[in-house]
């Protein structure tokens, strides 16, 4: 396996249910990101991840809860969540967080959630 | 703070016809500047990046971008379109100096006709 994977690709879901979702990167990077991808918005940057240590909370409800237990996996711990919050949720990782040229980000093909 | 316009929610071409699809940005700094695309049901790929060498990009698949600094623009064309071009294109903007953060664009659509 190559690249950045995530698991489930598609997820339906209750609000009262606990569930997670799992990235894996290949790319021997130490950063990871979380992203949220709603219908007709940009996409908002959720966490990051810096050589496991969480460096970005983008003010993210905590109904969501990050995971990074080493730089190759990333959890997104989901439980009592909203219809709104029914999204594409895409992972990402970069050799690190930094803004030096050439750091670019790659992005695995998401976990279409929806929350019922 | 930094942000980013796409002027075109959808943009349609024919196929073996140029493709232009505009890209506004404002930034305090010295940005970065990237085009991804994303096809439907996979990731974003990076298409070609600008990190302050040379002002004109070329990317994957034949694609290309002229960073203008006076228009504050970094618009995306391609001299022919092939039907494999259809999906969507993020412009993003970011901050070269400190912490990568990306600053996405709310995408154009594009969509190629035989």
């Known amino acids: 396996e190559t690249g950045v994977t995530q698991t489930p690709r598609h997820l339906v879901m209750g609000m009262t249910n606990k569930k997670s979702l799992k990235c894996e990167q290949h790319?021997?990077?130490?950063?990871m990101y979380w992203y949220k991808q709603s219908a007709k918005k940009p996409l908002e940057l959720m966490f990051v991840?810096?050589?496991?240590?969480?460096?970005e909370n983008n003010s993210v409800p905590s109904r969501f809860s990050p995971e990074c237990p080493n730089s190759s996996h990333l959890f997104l711990h989901l439980h009592t969540l909203q219809p709104e919050d029914s999204a594409l949720y895409l992972c990402?990782?970069?050799?690190?967080?930094?803004?030096?040229?050439?750091?670019?980000?790659?992005f695995g093909p998401g976990t279409r959630l929806t929350v019922l | 703070a930094q942000s980013v316009t796409q002027l075109d929610s959808h943009v349609s071409v024919s196929e073996g016809t140029p493709v232009l699809l505009r890209c506004n940005y404002s930034?305090?700094?010295?940005?970065?500047l990237f085009w991804y695309v994303q096809h439907p049901n996979k990731g974003l790929q990076l298409l070609l990046k600008?990190?302050?060498?040379?002002?004109l990009v070329k990317g994957i698949n034949g694609f290309e971008a002229e960073f203008k600094k006076s228009e504050t623009s970094f618009h995306l064309t391609k001299p022919s379109a092939h039907m494999s071009d259809a999906a969507e294109y993020f412009c993003?903007?970011?901050?070269?100096?400190?912490?990568?953060?990306?600053?996405f664009g709310t995408g154009t659509r594009l969509l190629v006709s035989p």
């Open positions: 990402a990782s970069s050799q690190d967080s930094s803004g030096g040229a050439g750091n670019e980000q790659f």
């Open positions: 790319l021997g990077h130490n950063a």
């Open positions: 991840y810096n050589f496991k240590e969480q460096t």
């Open positions: 930034s305090s700094y010295s940005p970065s």
């Open positions: 600008y990190t302050s060498a040379a002002t």
């Open positions: 993003v903007v970011s901050d070269r100096a400190g912490f990568q953060k990306l600053v």
